[in-house]
């Protein structure tokens, strides 16, 4: 019995060893198209792809004689003027832009084509203006200077033209070759290097714009119980403006018009949004994002969420009228909010949308080393990768967040404008961080803050969120006042 076993153990290890010389046999003489085409490398999918950082170089104006006393100490001999065989000559005005060397060390390049070349430093030029640029990009494949080539309202797009640079040519073998014979062929994919200079600084931008007189409130009419009932009605139980009113009517005897309610809700948001922005939560190595859109007035709008996927919290969100990689960065800053470097591991998860990288270069460009972070996508509905199967609970988890903000919007029907949708977002936010009982908590709160505890109700806990809120905003005054002193 025992020789029978190990004869099939023996069978099962050499079919094994023949499957793996099989598999590496196609896998290098039989390349397949779905291998070699996933969706991180088909040519299609390369317009979602963020090329790596250019390399930066800036103008630094040389001394020509100083080049010379230092080629004579390195060599023991001086550098001679060049020495034109062919009779052409060089205009006398015509000067080195980089070290200013004149024209006698300077050579005809080109034959005549307009493009000189110094002895002295080694720059190439025609006219200068280039070569004085304050700041030049260059491809980090091939080394040639990107061009300007199209304006958006947020960046620049820089492009590398050169038809021998290695990017491009390696791109160029994945498209099928019937494709670029078609009409504008090559223009249907992504095969030139690009880069995106921002031209608004988004790491400079205000993220606390404190309300004015906004730290107390006065009711000429009504009180402050019935602000927080307005609050309890329309932020926790999902009622919209009208309905709030009606029940309000219904249940206490209250009138009041929904027009008020909306004066309390956004009253109340301004207040709250300084406390729930400031608050130290606690923050794991994790991080999920996703974006949502809304309606106002009809158009698209959309909401940018950050959670940590430890505690559940809502780290960042932004409401903008464009996807674009803005509000992405602004919201980024929200989330990193108290830290002064990522801790190690840090892990940023997405989807496959092409915002969040561009926004994660451009944290690297402006902290360097202390917010160097790679975004892992993850792509699709489907788990047809590895990467996307270890991390669809994280993105299910801000997926489950979007349903649950949903859920509040959809009784409005949409927004009025852009300022209710900032309040209203503000409000679920304060909700869900500090008011909401979760079910992964075992229906407690994500954040518990000492002062709640002690309300019995609902109402009681808005005003002493609001109390929290009007403290925040005099502690962030007190700061901008000694701050505005020692400068």
Known sequence: MDNIILYLLRIIQQLYQQNCWLISF????????????????????????????????TFIKQDWQFLLEYYSWKYNKPLKPVQRRNGKTIPEDTLCPLCGAPHHYLYDNNGGGGQYLCKVCGQTFITGDLVTTPIRFLCPYCGHSLVAKKNRT???????VNTKCSFYLRNL??????????????????????????????????????????????FSKHNSHIMSLCLTMHVNL???????????????????????????????????????????YPKSKTFIADETYIKVRGIKGYVWFIMDAVSRSILGYQVSDNRGVGPCIL????????????????????????????AAQQFFLEFKE???????????????????????????????????????????????????????VA???AYYNFLRPHKQKNYRVLNKVEMLEGADNMPGKWQLLIYLGQQTILRLQEQQRSEGICS
Not at 182 to 202: A, M, P, Q
Not at 332 to 357: C, Q, T, V, W
């Open 26 to 57: 196609i896998c290098r003489y039989i390349p397949l198209k779905q291998w070699a085409f996933d969706d991180s490398h088909f040519p299609k999918y390369q317009r979602l792809t963020t090329d790596k950082l250019p390399v930066i170089k």
């Open 154 to 160: 947020f960046f620049r797009i820089h492009k590398c």
């Open 173 to 218: 073998k994945k498209v099928d070759k019937k494709h670029l014979k078609e009409e504008y062929g090559k223009s249907k994919y992504k095969l030139h290097y690009i880069y995106r200079e921002f031209t608004v600084d988004f790491f400079r931008m205000d993220l606390d714009s404190l309300p004015r007189n906004a730290s107390s409130l006065k």
């Open 238 to 280: 999902q009622l919209s403006l009208r309905k709030t009113a009606q029940a309000l009517n219904d249940l206490y005897g209250i009138k009041i018009s929904h027009q008020q309610v909306a004066n309390y809700a956004r009253t109340a948001s301004l207040l709250v949004k300084p406390f729930v922005d400031h608050y130290h």
């Open 331 to 358: 919201a980024m800053r929200m989330a990193f909010r108290h830290l002064k470097k990522l801790p190690e591991n840090f892990r940023f998860i997405a989807d496959g949308y092409s915002a969040y990288p561009l």
């Open 370 to 424: 202390d917010f160097l972070f790679q975004i892992t996508q993850v792509i699709g509905l489907t788990n047809d990768d590895a990467v996307t199967a270890e991390f669809r609970p994280f993105k299910q988890m801000v997926e489950r967040l979007n349903r649950t903000f949903k859920s509040s919007y959809r009784v409005s029907c949409g927004y009025d404008n852009f300022d209710g949708a900032n309040y209203n």
């Open 427 to 429: 409000l679920w936010v």
